[in-house]
């Protein structure tokens, strides 16, 4: 069993930087295949941003978000960040972060995830 945890959220203004962190606590190795970032606004569904695979930490983006934010992970703590720079009015949301023992063939199905976060509130003035 895993559990997530974010940290890192608030308020901010445009042009900004934050950091995410996502905990894992899980007994022993922790035995995910990758993790990722997904952010949601009211009325809309729960969007993916970005992915990192545990093993060989290669990244993946969404197009919104390419260039200004980073995604990483450090294996010894099991902890995931996310970096965002340069952000964006529309960047506001609450991030997820989750947690998938399997690669199903695509990052951005939040069905395919396995464990979440609770999420953490990020808002980006203008």
């Known amino acids: 069993q895993v559990q997530l945890g974010e940290s890192g959220g608030g308020s901010v203004q445009e042009g900004d930087s934050l950091r995410l962190s996502c905990a894992a606590a899980s007994e022993g190795f922790l035995d995910v295949n990758h993790m990722s970032w997904f952010r949601q606004t009211p009325g809309k569904e729960r969007e993916w941003i970005t992915s990192?695979?545990?093993?060989?930490?290669?990244?993946y983006y969404h197009w919104s978000v390419e260039g200004r934010f980073t995604i990483f992970r450090d294996k010894d703590t099991k902890t995931m960040y996310l970096q965002m720079n340069s952000l964006k009015s529309e960047d506001t949301a609450v991030y997820y972060c989750?947690?998938?023992?399997?690669?199903?063939?695509?990052?951005?199905?939040?069905?395919?995830?396995?464990?979440w976060g609770q999420g953490t509130q990020v808002t980006v003035s203008s």
């Open positions: 990192v695979t545990w093993s060989n930490g290669a990244t």
């Open positions: 989750a947690a998938a023992r399997y690669y199903s063939g695509s990052y951005d199905r939040s069905y395919s995830y396995d464990y």
